[in-house]
């Protein structure tokens, strides 16, 4: 395996690099938050043996082997399987973010390889199909081209690849986006290496067909030098990579090459035909041409075989131009009226099918798994069986909530009860009812569900409080890193990436506040009905205090109206015992739709749920939604004729004292006993909805912070290369420009300045004559802080420049500090040193100015050059050999700095 372009017979093409990420975790995550068989260690087994393949795909060493490319087939299947299963992508899918480096692009010192991070399986499979397209090419440019086979071999895999790089190159847009590509995966590049790899499968027929016609050799080299033409436009025309500067020569020169082959076999066809004088004209042709190759530098690019071609070449032309001289004189037509040699394609990109499976034996790790849109269908068809069943039920539980209603307004079946008992006993169905209201606990179990509500809605809007807020603080955060770094901050916005997890919240919210407004009415209604609750919950005794007693109704036994009343009380309880199976069939219905929707995706490419949806659906609870209909159109005139009968017996009836008062008791407790039932129920179900709730919510916050964490992983990666590519660009920054008037004070060299007017003893310097250097005594060498020079003195910013011999110009801002003591004499004298002169004024040392031997008068002297040490030559004065640095003539001169002399010779 390289990973470096390789530019030999053919061109290999360098594998791109990865950094390795954790796949367990993320994985682990998503099957936990969309319930995708969480416990089933199988599955998670699977998941560690994906991560494992693609350690071994990406991170370990490749041969140049077919073996390798299985390794890399079988990623590509099994991560082009899971991905429809388990998409690799931010926000609802795994959130795994990969990062892949370039393969052409040469690391900087400072911003290290270029790369490209996304968190998207897509872009993960096209990099992997890049690497198979690339070893292809190495595999091919490896093969045995002495052989047939295996030249067979390198066309096959030199077409492959080629069909695989057109695929990433139609794909790789959509999938990045507005991103920056490396230059590898850029459409242009990719464009070249398949027009490439096309031009060497074509190469390699051309080889093959050594043994055949010249004519046919012909056609075939002339499609040779068409496609090397075609990839030199390519790669001419597309983005500048100096890594691919070789491989557009060697496209250059091999078509130069294959035009004079396929000019040679068409002339050995001619003479094959006899045709002479044109075999002569087409041999002359390409002479120009060959010699341009046989002078290249880089005529190796071309083969081995060029120089025997080449001799092959002249022996041929000098043979076949003797045999028409002498014998038959054939006419030579000029080269620019010849016919062009048409080609034959032979070679072409083969079509990369991204249905079909790259291994031979393709074993899906993940088969308890469905495709993500399966599950996703499976999931809408749930919710729409949901609302069915619930709407079918609702309508039971009105039925029976307005049956129980119109029971209790009549006080039947109590009033009944009252015929047949003796005025001081209590109806049966009352002593039913309190023993079953005893036994749920009474107002005691009411109180403790509607005291857990509140906590239970609390915490689930706490949750969901939660993970809006995590996900506003990281939508904050990017936009404002948007808005600092513009257009280098390329990554998908916050706001486009949360939406969907911001509609999951926005629904949980809509189902908070409407529970919210439930648990209000379920209180109201307790208020209503407490106090018979209460007196249902009394023993016996009490229960019978409570109660009025009731007037003699033995006279009525037997009467028919009493009869009919009986009967349809007792249809009214069959009705509401067939009410309850239906209501228990549908909710143990059940049906999977799973193959259904698979059966669709494999046959349609795509899944339309509703009418597939809404087709089963109806077959299988249109049954029960009938037995709906028909309980509630019989209780119509159930109704009707209780509340006839009703009023026949009320009639009939022979009130005595505190009949009305008993009737009245006992309406209200048989009301009571059915709101008691209905808020058991529906707080039950309440606690256990925000139970459901709560799970969901803690999967809504756990996508939410997955999602952070992997934006904030992203972020970090994204500002780091930004940081890198700072200072890389800093660091690639040209010197700047010198100004145009400073460049012209360069070339011109300083006038002589004027000696000190202060100076008593100043002479002409040009008059003076030049004092010849002393060299300093050989057993004295100077021990001291050595004295630097004037020119290599750092100029004192914001000091006027002042006039040799004047005193400096007072300063009125700052006072003047002497940066150092005055001392008397400088330094002590020392064995072989010099004392030097006392400090001057204002903190400028005094210093000597020493130019080529030369001193100026009115500065104190120093020994010129520095003492020689042992064993080394002496050093001359004025540093010879050194070009002293020339003031700028737009800089004011610094104190204590004289310009060297014109003419001055170093």
Known sequence: MSYEVEVGR????????????????????????????????????????????????????????????????????????LNKKMPFCEGVGVNVLFTWKGSLDKKKLTSGTPKLSIANGNFE?????????????????????????????????????????????????????????????????????????????????????????????????????????????AIGS???????????????????????????????????????????????????????????????????????????????????????????????????????????VVAKAKVFDETEKLSAKFNDMFTALVPLSVHNALEVHDGKKKELVGRQIDRLRESNNLLNGVMSSLNLPAALEDVNSSGG????SILEKSRTVCSKGGVETIDQLLKDLPDALERNRQILNESVRVLDLEQTTDTELRQNFGDKWTRKPSSELTAPLRQEAAKYQNIIENAKKADAIVREKYHTNREGIEILGLPEPELKKKIPAAGSLASLKGNPVIVELKMLCEKVETIKAEREVIENELRETKFDMTDIFVQALTSDGAIDENPLSVQHLDRVY?????????????????????????????????????????????????????????????????????????????????????????????????MRDLQQGIIGNASEVADPQVPAHIQEARSVPPARPPPPASAPSAISLSSAPVPAPRAPPATTQAVGPPQIPAHQQAPYAGYPAAQAGAAPAPYSNYPMQTPYPPQPYGYPPQGGYQPQPPQQQYGYPQQQQQQGGQYYPGYPQQQPGYPGQPGQPQQQPGYPGQTQPQQYAAYPQQPGQQQPPPNYQG
């Open 238 to 344: 597309g983005e500048r990579i100096s890594s691919l500067n070789q491989a557009l020569e060697q496209c250059q020169l091999k078509r130069i090459y294959y035009e004079c082959r396929a000019e040679y076999h068409e002339a050995k066809a001619l003479v094959d035909g006899g045709s002479y004088g044109e075999a002569v004209a087409r041999l002359k042709r390409i002479e120009p041409p060959m010699k341009i190759l046989m002078k290249s530098q880089s005529k190796n690019l071309v083969g081995t075989d060029l120089n025997a071609f080449n001799t092959l070449y002249n022996a041929e032309l000098k043979q076949i131009e003797k045999d028409n001289s002498f014998i038959y004189l054939d006419m030579v037509p000029k080269p620019d009226t010849l016919s062009p040699i048409s080609g034959a």
């Open 622 to 718: 249109q049954p029960l939604i009938q037995q709906v209909n028909e309980s509630t159109d019989s209780q119509k005139n159930l109704l009707a004729n209780i509340q006839r009968a009703s009023e026949q017996f009320s009639v009939l009836k022979q009130q005595t004292a505190g009949g009305n008062q008993r009737e009245e008791m006992l309406k209200k407790l048989a009301a009571a006993y059915d709101g008691f039932q209905e808020l058991s129920s529906h707080l039950t179900e309440g606690g256990k909805f925000y139970n459901d709730l709560t799970g969901l919510l803690l999967k809504l916050q756990t996508k939410c912070s997955d999602l952070v964490f992997a934006r904030k992983t992203e972020k970090e990666y994204l």
């Open 425 to 428: 006993d209590l109806p049966a």
């Open 125 to 233: 499979l096209l990099c992997v199909l890049y690497n198979i397209a690339a070893l292809m090419t190495q595999i091919g440019s490896n093969s045995n081209l002495k052989t047939d086979d295996g030249l067979k071999v390198g066309a096959k895999y030199f077409m492959e690849s080629a069909g695989v790089f057109n695929y990433v190159k139609d794909h790789i847009s959509r999938v990045v986006g507005n991103l920056a590509v490396t230059s590898d995966l850029n459409p242009t590049t990719l464009h070249s290496f398949a027009a490439i790899m096309v031009a060497q499968a074509q190469e390699c027929f051309y080889m093959k067909a050594a043994a055949m016609k010249p004519k046919l050799q012909a056609k075939l080299a002339a499609q040779v030098a068409t496609y090397y033409k075609d990839a030199a436009n």
């Open 10 to 81: 053919f061109l290999n093409l360098p594998l791109k690099k990865t950094i390795d990420v954790d796949l367990v975790k993320p994985m682990e995550a998503f099957i936990k938050n969309n319930n995708l068989n969480k416990s089933d260690e199988d599955l998670m087994r699977s998941v560690r043996e994906f991560d494992a393949i693609r350690k071994n795909a990406t991170a370990k060493a490749l041969d140049k082997h077919d073996s390798s490319l299985k390794v890399l087939y079988q990623y590509y299947d099994q991560l082009s399987s």
